[in-house]
C-alpha cells in the first residue's frame, strides 16, 4: 500500500516562496512517475508538474512555469515543488499523486487520470 503525505504548506506574502514535500511510503516510489495539483475553493482540481521516475522529464501548467519547479530525490523517496514569485491566485489545497507502474501516464502526465495515490492535501495561501 502507497502512502502520500504532504508539507511544506503555509500563509505566504505574494513574490514570497514556498517548497512544498511529499513522503512517500512503500518500495514503489522510484519506480513511479509523479505529479502535484491543487484545487482551490470553488474550483475543479488542476495540474501543476509532474516528472518522471528518473527526474529527467518534467512537465508544468502554463499558469506555473518559471515561477515553479519539480523536483524529487529517489534516495529519500520524496517529492518537492519548489514554489517562487507565488501570487494570490496560488492559494489553494496542493496536492501530490502516484503513477503506479507499469501503467505508464496513459493520460499524460498533467491528466489526473494518469495516477492511482493521492495525499491528503497541505493548505497554500498566498495573501496580496
Known amino acids: 500500500q502507497v502512502q502520500l503525505v504532504e508539507s511544506g504548506g503555509g500563509l505566504v506574502q505574494a513574490g514570497g516562496s514556498l517548497r512544498l514535500s511529499c513522503a512517500a511510503s512503500?518500495?514503489?516510489?522510484?519506480?513511479?512517475?509523479m505529479g502535484w495539483f491543487r484545487q482551490a475553493p470553488g474550483k475543479d482540481r488542476e495540474s501543476v508538474a509532474a516528472i518522471s521516475r528518473s527526474g529527467g522529464n518534467t512537465y508544468y501548467a502554463d499558469s506555473v512555469k518559471g515561477r515553479f519547479t519539480i523536483t524529487r530525490d529517489n534516495a529519500k523517496s520524496t517529492l518537492y515543488l519548489q514554489m517562487n514569485s507565488l501570487k494570490p491566485e496560488d492559494t489553494a489545497v496542493y496536492y501530490c499523486?502516484?503513477?503506479?507502474?507499469?501503467?505508464?501516464w496513459g493520460l499524460g502526465p498533467l491528466a489526473s487520470g494518469s495516477y492511482d495515490y493521492w495525499g491528503q492535501g497541505t493548505q497554500v495561501t498566498v495573501s496580496s
Open positions: 512503500g518500495r514503489t516510489f522510484s519506480f513511479s512517475a
Open positions: 499523486a502516484l503513477n503506479s507502474p507499469p501503467t505508464g
